[in-house]
């Protein structure tokens, strides 16, 4: 089977092709450095997102948010269930820890709200 896959690590942005076979990567190519590599490794055994989204603070004002790690893809769901779940105390200020260990990163603010 081949994938192919555009690396995103970097501007100039790679035609990358993934041979596979059994879930088992065989080969990487159309990558012009180590990175894409190892991205399209990532991307195809263990994809992650960073999430960002806002959150409700109190009194009702929304605050934006973002994970402060990439999680694996599949729990980006569960995450925006947690963050939705969430309220935050005022004032929140930019790099604020609105929750701690969702899926192994944190979500801080990259808002304010007073
Ligand atoms: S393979 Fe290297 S040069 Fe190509 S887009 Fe990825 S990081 Fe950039």
Not at 82 to 93: C, E, F, W, Y
Request: hydrophobic content about 35%.
């Amino acid at each position: 089977m081949t994938r192919e896959l555009t690396c995103i690590i970097c501007p100039r942005g790679c035609a990358l092709k993934i041979e596979l076979e059994d879930g088992k990567i065989l080969s990487v190519s159309g990558n012009s450095c180590p990175r894409g590599e190892q991205y399209a490794k990532d991307e195809c055994c263990n994809p992650q997102r960073t999430v960002t989204s806002t959150v409700r603070c109190e009194a009702g004002r929304m605050v934006s948010v973002k994970t402060d790690r990439p999680i694996p893809k599949d729990k980006m769901f569960d995450c925006m269930e947690r963050i939705n779940a969430a309220t935050a105390k005022l004032p929140v200020h930019i790099g604020d820890v609105i929750l701690e260990d969702v899926f192994g990163s944190r979500v801080v603010a990259t808002g304010n709200a007073e």
